[in-house]
């Protein structure tokens, strides 16, 4: 079973700034079933990358991804603050299918 | 537009049942990968089933033998029947299209509680 774990916990930084997180696998993850999500209060989340570095439509170039095996980062290279949210990594191919990562909380402020 | 627009929460008591839908509208949810993610509140995201696109379905561990995942291909509309509901299933659900999940629904609250 492939568990994800997710650094770190919360980032606080300011705006203009770049933003690094971090999701590790407990064994390897194939580069293609490798997705980020971005949630924000009260709303659903939202697809940012998948394939590990593939962003969807519409996401803005700031948000960057990559890593491949175990190691994969989310990189939001100049913050805004309307990118203040909870970032979420997901698994998408092996048992049990779709495991997410505990998350991390971006404070942009 | 594509959208999912998910219906069906509410209050139940342990050991209930309840069937929460998910209406599909842009897009034809046969043949589609489609799933139900939870979280309860304060929590992290938990997915909870999948239905590929052959109708084949899985299940999280924890829901497994009392959740049941389908589609009804007429109505464009994705399904989730929940039996014997514990408090620890309290959360809102959403669905999801694809793998990986793009888009979502808004999500639907399900308490369980007396």
């Known amino acids: 079973e492939i568990v994800l774990t997710q650094s770190p916990g919360t980032l606080s930084l300011s705006p203009g700034e770049r933003a690094t997180l971090s999701c590790r696998a407990s064994?390897?993850?194939?580069?293609?079933?490798l997705a980020w999500y971005q949630q924000k209060p009260g709303q659903a989340p939202r697809l940012l990358i998948y394939?590990?570095?593939s962003r969807a439509t519409g996401i803005p170039a700031r948000f960057s991804g990559g890593g491949s095996g175990t190691d994969f980062t989310l990189t939001i290279s100049r913050l805004e603050p309307e990118d203040s949210a909870v970032y979420y990594c997901?698994?998408?191919?092996?048992?049990?299918?779709?495991?997410f990562g505990p998350g991390t909380k971006v404070d942009v402020k | 537009e594509v959208q999912l627009v998910e219906s069906g929460g509410g209050l139940v008591q342990p050991g209930g049942s309840l069937r929460l839908s998910c209406a599909a509208s842009?897009?034809?949810?046969?043949?589609?990968?489609m799933s139900w993610v939870r979280q309860a509140s304060g929590k992290g995201l938990e997915w909870v089933s999948i239905?590929?696109?052959?109708?084949?379905?899985y299940y999280a561990d924890s829901v497994k033998g009392r959740f049941t995942i389908s589609r009804d291909n007429s109505k464009n509309t994705l399904f989730l029947q929940m039996n014997s509901l514990r408090a620890e299933d309290t959360a809102v659900y959403y669905c999801?299209?694809?793998?990986?999940?793009?888009?979502w629904g808004q999500g639907a609250l399900v308490t369980v509680s007396s």
């Open positions: 999801a299209s694809n793998f990986p999940f793009d888009p």
């Open positions: 842009g897009f034809t949810v046969s043949g589609k990968y």
């Open positions: 239905i590929y696109s052959d109708d084949s379905t």
């Open positions: 064994q390897s993850v194939s580069s293609s079933n």
């Open positions: 394939g590990a570095s």
């Open positions: 997901q698994q998408y191919g092996a048992s049990p299918l779709g495991t």
